[in-house]
């Protein structure tokens, strides 16, 4: 079955299984993915992540963070869709839960945070907001 949306997808993904509790959850790789990973362990929101070699596309395997009995994750939305693309500069760029939460923006120089675009003054298309 052909996804339309990777990234809602993986963050689906993510947001199923810290909801259920797991410990790790696979999502299909690609270097988008990876990179919204490596910003993810950067900040804190997981543990980290491997990529599993299969011979066609690979996986990653996402090892969720809880502390204690608690998710760190508290929300995952996805803002910027196929059908919908949302761009913002770097002056309107948004603060997520009044800066507790991260916006991934895309730019180009690369998948960044919000508060990175804003230091490096730059804008692009709102990917997520993580919380």
Request: glycine share 10%; net charge positive; charged share 25%.
């Amino acid at each position: 079955m052909q996804i339309s949306d990777v990234i809602a997808d993986m963050l689906t993904r993510i947001r199923n299984a810290n909801s259920a509790r797991h410990e790790t959850v696979d999502v299909p790789a690609s270097n988008l993915k990876k990179s919204i990973a490596d910003i993810l362990t950067e900040e804190g929101y997981i543990k980290g992540y491997q990529v599993i070699e299969d011979g066609k596309q690979g996986i990653i395997r996402i090892t969720l963070k809880y502390i204690g009995k608690k998710q760190v994750i508290q929300g995952l939305r996805r803002v910027s869709k196929p059908g919908l693309r949302i761009y913002s500069g770097c002056e309107d760029m948004p603060k997520v839960m009044n800066g507790l939460g991260i916006a991934i923006v895309s730019t180009s120089k690369g998948l960044m945070t919000d508060k990175k675009a804003r230091k490096e003054n730059i804008g692009g298309e709102i990917l997520a907001f993580i919380w």
